[in-house]
């Protein structure tokens, strides 16, 4: 422990908050130590101290009411894994306004069994376009188009008040070029020396882009951008991964990561309960490489998760890592051996095969990749998901389809076809390709849930077959999000079934950005319409509580297990089985075609003894010994 410091705490603290504030330091205290000499070499010495020192402020500075909530999460550590955890994500301004507002909107996400809930970006982003809030300008203030920080911690009050978590993003590979930092940098303050990096001329930047894929090809080419104010007024190419006023941070500088840890335990003492780390692959560079997923980045996430909860114990990390299967488990900590870093991560696998699977009609890519990763440590849990406010990149790898007998290449073409209602196959999804690559072939894909599902073109067709079997898609993806395991998400205007929205065509600070089509505005009016059970938004919302009722029940959904993916003898069927130590075996299932399939009983039903606790079709029919699923019908069983 550095010298001083625990005179320090007691002094700051009390005695007891101090002996607990050391307990927690002493435990991180080797972990974080090897962190910073392995980013920072013989400067780890002076670092150790002056990051405890941030924590402790922290600490010191943590208002009553969260450091109950901490010393309760302290308790029952994996508070984010109960069953009782359902998430819903929206834009304080799409869905009611302001924050002020928001406390009154609290019903319609409670009677949705909402407990936690992700509110988009919302700190004050850079005039002009912003992309969407991800170009932060100040850390320490709210958008004042949404409020102020105080609403935003009234907001937090309120929501622990009712049993739910706070969410927001904290985006740290960049920051907005307005921001405090990037101005002081520029006009060459030594306070800011280093915080970004730039290069006199191409020669550099060439060499990166030949091995870093864009983000951004249409109107972000690269990832760097030319300043001319940098590099004291010669001008500079500025790494700019995505936008290019979105400035990357230097973390080969350890008075960025300092300076992005005291943003953090500030934003915590707010009452932010779950930081959603933005875009955190991107956040170490090496040349020859993709730039994406290092091992630096890594022990990077651990050391600011390890000082985060050193100051606030109550306070998790999920983890944007929207990458390869391969890559993505580490960022729960699962390295060669388990080394905490974040709690949560989206499960982008599950969400790319599920929608793969609905345009094949066939599960067995989506068994194939989820059967082969590896296990998520047992203090972590996913996110799941069936989309978010980002478009839908096809994350198969060319070895997983090459063992389904797909040619990876073709696939994720096929998928975009698909998806962007170019190929007419069993239904017609109403989706936008998002930056289409014409060097790579690669593009991702824009669209709502329900238009993705074939709602809409069903709608505008008045075809009634059509809608009856989009709906079941919309229901069959939130039945598998729902009881896979991890925290589900549900994506603001999907318990309505609200289609693509095109207002944002009207903004020319979103007009080039089509990911905004599926950010759509929450249709309070069609909220009214969900009392009628007969209407659609009526059968959308009483899925969504259904599947919220039944998930609460099942001990066996807790985080802290696997899901298991097993063949039940149907490719079209996507069958997973949980065993969770306090509860009884779990087997859901999904019928991905529109055809009835029939799968062996005994794999789901463990030889007829679970009673189904929530189904598409009711407890499902047994013919030969084989339970016939109807066409994209899902059901989960349980052993009582
Ligand atoms: C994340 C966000 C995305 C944003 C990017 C840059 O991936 O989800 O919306 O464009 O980071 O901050
Ligand atoms: C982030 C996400 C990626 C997305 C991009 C733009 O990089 O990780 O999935 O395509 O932002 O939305």
Redesign the pocket.
Known sequence: MPPGLADEAAAALGEDEADAFLARAGLVLPDVAAALERLYGDRAGDLLGRALRTALQAAAERPTALRRLDRRREIDPGWFQSPRVQGYVCYVDRFCGTLRELPGKLDHLEALGTTYLHLMPLLRPREGEN??G??VADYRAVDPRLGTMADLEAVAATLHGRGMSLCI?L?L??TAREHRWARGWLAGDPAYAGFYTAFPDRQLPDAYDATIPE??PDRAPGSFSWVPEALGGAGGWVWT???PY?WDLDYTNPEVTLAVLGEITWLANRGVDVFRM??VPFMWKRLGTTGQNLPEAHVLLQLLHALTRVAAPGVVFKA?A?VAPDDLVQYLGAHERYRPECELAYHNQLMVLLWSSLATGDARLARQALGRMRPIPPATTWCTYVR???DIGWAVTDADAAAVGLDGFAHRRFLNDFYSGRFVGSFVARGALFQENEATGDARISGTTASLCGIEDALDRGDDAALEAGLRRLGLLYAVVYGFGGIPLLYSGDELAQRNDAGYLADPALAPDN?WMHRPPLDWAATARAGDPRSLEGRVTALVRRLADARRGQPALAGGTESEVVDAGSDAVLVWRRRHPRGGTFVGLANVSARPQTVDADTVTGFGTFPCVAGSDGALPVEDGRLVVPGLGWAWYAEP
């Open positions: 992309d969407g991800y170009a993003d985006v590979n960049h983000v951004f991964t995505f936008w979105q933005d875009a944007e929207i978010g406010h980002d990911r």
